[in-house]
């Protein structure tokens, strides 16, 4: 096996991604964009998506991260639009995508289109996210996307197996559709409720933090091997499981809460790089099968197919939205009459992505009589198409959308207030719990220590506040900042004492390890880098 081409795409996609933190276009769309420049240079490997791949290796750890990181709460809050999105909206795209391609595309077969309907039907919000983030997206359109994507690939790829199973000559009619989808998704919720309380407890009795990320490296491909080999989703096993386990990851030790959030920022961070370029590197593969078609012909499919996915996503949401208040008085009671700038974001921000790509070729090549699967390529070349358009158009004009709606965003000194209320309410109850310990004859202490411990807690209070604080009209700097940079400068003097020490040979590299380590976990605990 030659690891050189699978060595350039890492390399190369990761150092693509680390220039776009640089620059205003978001990282997905940098990506493609290298990937499409580069497909046609000369000695460039050629990369093909191989589904095998893809689907149970890369996408199970991004869905897996992207859970951890997902509020359960707040999921369960938006559940009815999140459900309306990822199920309903899935659903609705893959039958009118489906039924308007076969009238548009003369001879295609109805079965064939819907394939199509159900490829392209999942939006990818990795980038829409990532936009939502860094123009300040309101967080409860931010968690509607994030939850739509942790859930709609379920509904597409099992939409997609159906309408395959159709295409190819298999009995599919809709009461066995309909059943093999409540299976799927049923069966991947089973899954998931079934590994998730057994695989907490071994990360919270598991002792060692080498073992204990091994054993989180190893859950979102078992969760999704397991319920795959239960013709159950293995895409919800993996959500569910994720779910749970980070909603209750304070209760795993800090040592391996540290480890994990840097494993999977760097596992997220390269497999996204890699799968973005990897959509840009397609277009020689999907463009070399088209050659029964005119140029001319196949633009005007993919136009046509770019806009009735942008359509149908507007034409699903202002009803997804409205209906529910129209219908339910709870409903009204409960939330806030929505304005119209809030679900036309939702709407725009449905670009595709890698998965829908994958999907596409898995599409089998013959159907059972023993002919070609009809108009295969030309389903990937209008799938490749989709993502592309969607990404470029949708993506690069987001930013300007969210501005130019001037939706209200996040308050950062709202929040500052909220977690400084809430570090003060925590620092009183540590303070009282502290000074009932030290009334313990076991627990004493000779006083500098106790009062060291004081201080970390006053200290920890005072932290948010001062984010609140005065700026130095010098440094343009809060107290805090300050405080942190002075902490960084003094440690680093540190450090280097003991590297010239152990240079010196006063002391061995395993005493370096160590002490460097004490260093980096006061230095994590006295900065928090702004993401």
Known sequence: MDVLPLLLLVAGSTAVAGAARRTPVPAPLLLVSAGLLVSYVPGVPHYTLDPEIVLPMVLPPLLYTAAMDSSYLDLRAQVRSVALLSVGYTLFATLAVGWAVHLVVPDLPLTA????????APPDAVAATAVARRVGLPSRITTILQGESLVNDATAITAYRVAVAAAVGESAGPLHAGAEFLVASLGGVAVGLVLMVPLHWLRTHLREPLLQNTLSLLIPFAAYALAEYAHASGVLAVVVVALYLGHHSWQVDFATRLQEDAVWKMV?????SAVFALIGLQLPLVVGGLGEYHAGQVLWYALAVFLLVVATRFVWTYPAVHLPRLLSRRVRA????????GPFVVAWAGMRGVVSLAVAFSIPHAVH??????????ILFLTFTTVIGTLVVQGLTLPALIRLLRLPGRDPRAETLLEAQAQNAASEAAEHRLDALLTDPRNALPEPLADRLRAVLERRRNAVWERLGTVNPETGESVDDTYRRLARTVIASEREVFVALRDQRHIDDEMLRDLLRRLDLEEAAAYREDE
């Open 369 to 378: 009589e023993g002919g070609s699967f009809p108009y295969r390529n030309l």
């Open 113 to 120: 289109a819907l394939v199509l309907g159900a490829v392209v």
């Open 334 to 341: 409960r939330e806030p009459d929505p304005t119209w700038k």
């Open 268 to 272: 997220a961070f390269v497999l996204e």
